[in-house]
């Protein structure tokens, strides 16, 4: 038997197990609760955008990207910032930094999702601007499935 395959096998389906119950569970319910949260009117105030890493080979696109989108809102004639666009991960991926430029130019008016309890936490879109919102979810299933391939592969079970 093979111990370290073996090892990193189930550390994969135990990282891949709890990435699944953040993607299908935690981060659905997060989102769920933001949906009941009062909403105010905002504007935007500036976006930052910046390649990050090495480019693509033959573009000039960068494998990643720095998004930074600053928002202000007033609640109870209180005037608070926030940065925060999306529930879970940064936004990376160019066509999801490209749809949340279009969607929200420097200068616009926002509708901002803000916690009643704690105002200075607000959100602009809970479900994300990715199209594949229950992305951590399934890459947990698919580390789930190679980590119990690599597992049982060298558990000294298959001769």
Same mark, same amino acid.
């Given at each position: ?11 994969? *389906?135990? !990282? ?5 119950? %953040?993607? $299908?569970?935690? +981060?659905?319910?997060?989102?769920? @609760? ?21 480019? *693509?080979? !033959? ?5 990643? %990207?720095? $998004?930074?989108? +600053?928002?202000?809102?007033?609640? @109870?004639?209180?005037?608070?910032t926030s940065d925060k666009v999306q ?73």
């Amino acid at each position: 038997m093979e111990i370290l395959p073996f090892i990193i096998g189930v550390m994969m *389906v135990l !990282g891949g197990g709890w990435l699944m119950h %953040y993607g $299908f569970f935690i +981060k659905k319910r997060r989102i769920e @609760d933001v949906y009941r949260w009062p909403k105010a009117k905002g504007k935007v105030l500036n976006i930052k955008v910046q390649g990050k890493g090495p480019k *693509v080979v !033959g573009s000039n696109d960068y494998r990643s %990207y720095y $998004f930074n989108l +600053k928002y202000q809102y007033q609640v @109870d004639g209180q005037v608070y910032t926030s940065d925060k666009v999306q529930i879970g991960s940064d936004i990376i991926v160019k066509s999801d930094v490209d749809k949340a430029t279009s969607m929200f130019p420097e200068g616009s008016g926002v509708e901002v999702f803000y916690n009643a309890q704690n105002p200075q936490q607000a959100v602009l879109l809970p479900e994300g601007v990715s199209d594949k919102p229950n992305s951590e979810g399934v890459m947990g299933c698919l580390i789930v499935a190679v980590g119990t391939m690599l597992a049982y592969m060298n558990s000294g079970l298959v001769t």
